[in-house]
């Protein structure tokens, strides 16, 4: 189990994995085998002399609360996670700059929230999947003025890196299918009209929406209230891809 160290004089935070400590064995008969220690590796020793005589705490890390603005086997990139000390709640950075650099850790006094940034249709699948499903297939113009209408209900931006899918909403839906009236009639109706049902759940029709983290800080020392509005300062977060 890890377990995050936090210098309340400081608020610098220690990550302490159990690869930072190695087991010492006793050769002594009367204390056995189980009963051996662990030593430290020099990162944790350096921390504690650093801060000696600081009060030091354990921090809970707030299960579920991690992100990352690019994909977990990235090794250079930067994630947020929530820890708490059961009173306080925070936001631990854990970021690498180079490939050869130890992880970092930063104490933010604050929450984040995701704030979508963007969605977009899968526009590719979507026309692949017309022309194997539906016969005879749409004609081109027919395929555009499709996407065309599909991608209207969203808005398209740049992309970010956290992408989540999810399914159109029942209102949608409905606006969706009206406006197919417009691109196909009679027998090509029903045929779109069924595949716009097949897909809807969990096809091609999923929509890929992308988030944003958003830190809001709070300052140091206002503890009893917690995140209070005149004190916000809303910072967003710059995500390179
Ligand atoms: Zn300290």
């Known amino acids: ?100 650099e130890p992880v970092k850790y930063q104490l933010i006094f604050g929450d984040y929230s995701l704030k979508c940034a963007t969605i977009e249709i899968q526009s590719e699948e979507i026309t692949k999947q017309l022309k194997r499903e539906i016969f005879p297939p749409p004609s081109q113009t027919q395929i555009d003025a499709f996407l065309k209408l599909y991608q209207h209900m969203v808005n398209e931006k740049s992309s970010h890196p956290l992408k989540v899918y999810y399914k159109l909403d029942d209102f949608h839906l409905m606006y969706l299918l009206r406006n197919c009236h417009n691109i196909f009639k009679g027998s090509d109706y029903s045929r779109m009209e069924e595949f716009i049902h097949r897909h809807r759940d969990d096809g091609v029709l999923l929509l890929k929406a992308s988030f944003k983290i958003q830190i809001t800080e709070r300052i140091k020392g206002e503890e009893k209230a917690l995140f209070p509005v005149s004190n916000l300062k809303e910072e967003k977060v710059a995500i390179k891809k």
């Open 1 to 100: 189990m890890s377990q995050l160290i936090r210098c309340r004089k400081c608020d610098e935070v220690f990550m302490r994995t159990p690869f930072d400590q190695y087991p010492l064995y006793s050769n002594d008969q009367d204390h056995p085998i189980e009963k051996f220690q662990f030593i430290e590796k020099d990162d944790f020793k350096d921390f504690l002399n650093l801060h000696q005589g600081h009060p030091l705490e354990r921090l809970d890390i707030i299960e579920d609360s991690f992100v990352s603005e690019k994909a977990y086997f990235e090794p250079v990139k930067t994630s947020f996670f929530k820890a708490t000390n059961g009173k306080e709640k925070f936001v631990v950075k854990k970021f690498r700059e180079r490939i050869d």
